[in-house]
């Protein structure tokens, strides 16, 4: 039997033609599943990176060795505190941590010392973002990820990119370093130790550990605290104090004598963050100017009482406003923000506003009684006119 097209006119099958072609030439794969997905089976689904389109299937990287140009990480020009309890992360702590270098010989052999292929660099830096993803199966999937990696493959990929990577890529490390605890601790502490590690990957190492908690580093960090070089110092004091660990308080206490402001700013703050009683006495004592800080330590001390519940931190603040009259200024802006209120530098105006005390007597005039006294007949030094002894305070109900 003939085919019919073979009858057919060429007019006739001319556009069903140009059809076809114009489909195979320009309409690009048809299948069910996007490019690069096995036949018949759905691509599962990539972790959400920053700034990636959503659904976007990440281009494998080919076999061959990671280039040297590495983006210099931590711009210095920000500023910031050195929260993040909630693993966040906290633009303004990366930068006073690790500085950036423009020495490209020192990167290279960054890069030899840690090796890592493209392919593994970039499957760990899935797994990572993927541990931000708000869908819990792809964190669940992440986490699995990270706990298959081989450790020293997750210690290079830290190291490098907590010491010379992009901005982006270490702010996402440094968001998802609390999940990555117990994956590779031995060998972050094992370059706290030795002696042939440069400075600056130590203090990738001692950040690490760090903001991931590991108590264990509390000993080498405190010692690396006092180290020679100022800039592995200041890391180290700050990743101590990141731990918030309530054993670090004598390693704490003894850096309020550091020579270095930053590493008893870093201490302060530790102290603080270990919610203490041992603690917070201290922070108060300096607040008071017991422990000889200078004025800029004083302070925060004092914006660090603010962290305190209201009942606690506002009879304090009173207290330190009347033991160090160069605080008074510095704690009425802490206990405006803490009330609502604003008393100025007067503690005995916030005593009578806010705690459960009268006012002074006044000082008994010469001659005989004050006039008050004679008109209720009782003595100028009664019972309700003077100053109740020393004892527990309560805020008023003003109090927020």
């Not at 493959?153 to 830290?158: G, I, K, P, T, V």
């Not at 102290?271 to 800080?293: C, F, H, K, S, Y």
């Not at 007597?361 to 109740?388: F, I, K, L, N």
């Amino acid at each position: 039997m003939m085919c019919p097209f073979r009858t057919a006119p060429f007019s006739a099958i001319a556009p069903a033609l140009f059809l076809l072609a114009h489909a195979a030439c320009f309409a690009g794969p048809v299948e069910a599943f996007p490019a690069g997905a096995p036949t018949g089976v759905p691509p599962s689904p990539a972790p959400h990176v920053p700034g990636r389109p959503a659904g976007a299937i990440p281009t494998p990287a080919p076999e061959t060795a990671p280039s040297l140009e590495v983006p210099p990480a931590f711009p210095e020009s920000e500023q910031g505190g050195d929260t993040g309890q909630d693993g966040s992360p906290d633009t303004g702590r990366l930068p006073a941590l690790l500085s950036d270098s423009a020495d490209p010989s020192a990167r290279a052999r960054a890069l030899e010392a840690f090796p890592l292929s493209a392919n593994a660099e970039q499957e760990i830096g899935r797994c990572v973002a993927g541990l931000l993803d708000a869908s819990p199966e792809i964190r669940d999937a992440a986490a699995k990820c990270a706990a298959d990696t081989p450790p020293a493959h997750l210690f290079a990929y830290m190291i490098r990119t907590m010491a010379w990577g992009a901005p982006e890529a270490v702010r996402t490390l440094d968001a998802a370093l609390p999940r990555l605890a117990g994956l590779a601790d031995a060998l972050l502490l094992e370059t706290l130790g030795t002696e042939l590690e440069t400075a600056r990957h130590k203090r990738a190492a001692a950040y690490c550990l760090g903001r991931m908690g590991v108590t264990a580093a509390a000993e080498p960090l405190a010692r690396l605290a006092w180290a020679p070089d100022p800039q592995l110092a200041d890391t180290a004091a700050r990743a101590l104090a990141m731990l918030r660990w309530p054993g670090a308080y004598n390693a704490l206490a003894a850096l309020l004598e550091h020579p270095e402001t930053s590493a008893r700013l870093a201490a302060l703050r530790g102290l603080a963050e270990i919610n203490t009683p041992p603690g917070w006495r201290t922070v108060a004592d300096t607040a008071a100017g017991r422990t000889g800080q200078a004025a800029r330590v004083r302070m925060e001390a004092v914006r660090l009482l603010g962290m305190l519940p209201a009942v606690d931190a506002v009879p304090t603040l009173i207290d330190i406003m009347r033991a160090d009259k160069a605080m008074a200024q510095p704690a009425a802006r802490v206990l405006k923000e803490i009330t609502g209120l604003n008393y100025g530098p007067d503690p005995e105006a916030w005593a009578r506003e806010l705690l459960l005390e009268p006012p002074p007597s006044a000082p008994p005039q010469a001659g005989g009684m004050p006039w008050e006294a004679t008109e209720t007949g009782t003595s100028g030094t009664s019972e309700t006119s003077t100053r109740p002894s020393s004892g527990p305070k309560t805020p008023k109900g003003r109090v927020k």
